[in-house]
């Protein structure tokens, strides 16, 4: 089964910096989708950053040149490396995977395409 643990989150400043871990366990792709997701309170869940088995990312407008995804295999970790952050990246923030969609040439950041999720961890940025 499954599973997928996040951890990292916490408060920081305006400006601050964060990295989100993503522990995963359980799959057995070998051709995956894997990716962070966001949900601001009062708001839908949006993608953040998302990145392939085979190394592609994506990333939303909003977190191009700030946010970097990245993947150590050996650890079957997902991380999400946070800088300058802004009190508008406040939210709960998740990581998901999914198969591979080799119809897409860089990962989907549409969470309707992610099967597993883990409980989320909260990044609050203050002004």
């Known amino acids: 089964q499954v599973q997928l643990v996040e951890s990292g989150g916490g408060s920081v400043q305006t400006g601050g910096s964060l990295r989100l871990s993503c522990a995963a366990s359980?799959?057995?792709?070998?051709?995956?989708?894997m990716g962070w997701f966001r949900q601001p309170p009062g708001k839908e869940r949006e993608g953040v950053a998302a990145?392939?088995?085979?190394?592609?990312?994506n990333y939303a407008d909003s977190v191009k040149g700030r946010f970097t995804i990245s993947q150590d295999n050996a650890k079957n970790t997902l991380y999400l490396q946070m800088n300058s952050l802004k009190p508008e990246d406040t939210a709960m923030y998740y990581c998901?995977?999914?198969?591979?969609?080799?119809?897409?040439?860089?990962?989907?950041?549409?969470?309707?395409?992610?099967?597993?999720w883990g409980q989320g961890t909260q990044v609050t940025v203050s002004s």
């Open positions: 998901a995977i999914g198969p591979l969609n080799r119809l897409r040439v860089e990962p989907s950041l549409n969470y309707n395409e992610y099967v597993k």
């Open positions: 990145i392939d088995s085979d190394g592609s990312t």
């Open positions: 359980g799959y057995t792709y070998t051709s995956y989708s």
